[in-house]
């Protein structure tokens, strides 16, 4: 193969990436190791999901705190990387007070392993943690997240537009944080409770 310059069609399939596997090892899944959140501003968890418009696909990441669930960032992007999530973490950042030590925890998504979301993660002084591998019940809250949005917004329409898309984001998120009972938090909102519990 090598004489007649022929390569396997999986060549440049994979890419090797030094330090990869140093840091999935060295990070960790710190949350499972942690007590629950006494107050807000303690753990923060992220994800992102995909929505279909009729103009292509368009990403969606949060930020919720876990004490109350309440989503405190959140970001749209036409495109998956780690500009949307770093955008979602950045909105948390401005608008929520985090307390020194706060635990920021996401899967194993190379948008929230990118050196300069990590970089962010450790300038804005939190400590990251990541789901094991191929286990997504280490994130289950923002997994139950995502499935209460698609139930209550997204199932069964489909966007006409990013604008539209974004425009019923932001009141869904308006109306999960302010109005939205949770039975974890005793049939309150994320804002009531955080509220009462202050």
């Not at 998504?109 to 400590?127: C, K, P, T």
């Not at 094991?132 to 537009?161: I, M, Q």
Request: proline share 2%; with cysteine.
């Amino acid at each position: 193969m090598r004489e007649l310059g022929i390569k396997a069609s999986t060549t440049g399939l994979y890419q090797w990436r030094p330090g990869q596997h140093a840091f999935y090892a060295a990070t960790g899944n710190r949350l499972r190791d942690q007590a629950t959140a006494t107050g807000p501003g303690q753990q923060w968890a992220g994800d992102f999901t995909y929505l279909r418009t009729r103009r292509g696909w368009l990403y969606f990441a949060v930020v919720l705190d876990l004490y109350s669930r309440r989503v405190v960032g959140w970001s749209l992007n036409k495109q998956r990387n780690a500009e949307l999530t770093m955008s979602a973490l950045r909105m948390a950042l401005n608008r929520s007070t985090i307390e020194r030590g706060c635990l920021f925890h996401s899967d194993q998504g190379i948008e929230y392993a990118a050196h300069s979301f990590r970089d962010l993660v450790r300038d804005a002084g939190l400590q990251q943690s990541m789901s094991r591998r191929g286990t997504p019940l280490d994130n289950a809250h923002v997994e139950s997240f995502f499935h209460t949005f698609k139930n209550e917004l997204v199932s069964r329409r489909t966007f006409e537009s990013d604008v539209e898309a974004a425009v019923e984001i932001i009141d869904y998120v308006d109306f999960y944080n302010r109005e939205r009972l949770h039975s974890n938090l005793g049939y309150q909102s994320p804002e009531v409770y955080e509220q009462q519990c202050a």
